[in-house]
């Protein structure tokens, strides 16, 4: 993908909690994937609601976060062509020990496209999953519709994660994860069709900054 892409937002400061946000966007884009290259000029107007009680936005210990995106897009190098883009991401995390320092965190992301088939969305506005922030055990993007043993991106997505964190100390923590989700092919999450899964064990190491 190669791509500019020029936007303005306005932010409204409603509480301490509470965010919302709107504006408009345009987007041109040449995108080369393995059986076409097509061209894409994205008019959208992008609205934005966001909630966070979290204690710390990078390493929270409590409260929650909740974010909303959607996007009204229409493709004006593509007559004809609208859809509306969707995502929303919800994390949470509860102090179970202060001694020792013991946290469940959890994370959900669901997303959807609609109003057009997969052929017209733009292969780098789909959904995927997998990877780093994702489901953790897959490759980058892996999870997604295929075609001819490539990863094409899907209408939907729907992903889970739920960590443990201990915190040994105050630079060395240990994290016991388990994430599960897929991107389906279908503008809503099809939950018939089999997610990836993925568990593990890491350690984190806190700087001072």
Partial sequence: STSGRLSAMVERQLNERWTLAAGGAFRHAAIETVDSDDHFGLLSSPIEAAYDSRNDPLNPTAGTGFGLHLAPTVDIA?????????????????????????????RAVVGGIWGEGLDAIPADERFYAGGGGSVRGYDYQELAPRENGQSVGGRSLFEGSLELRWRMTERFGVVGFVDGGQAFENSNPDFDQALGYGAGLGIRYFTPI
Avoid at 80 to 102: D, K, M, Q
Wanted: glycine share 4%; net charge positive.
């Fill in 78 to 106: 593509n007559r004809g062509v609208s859809y509306l883009r969707n995502r929303a991401e919800w994390n949470t995390a509860i102090r179970v020990f202060t001694s020792p320092r013991v946290v469940v965190a959890a």
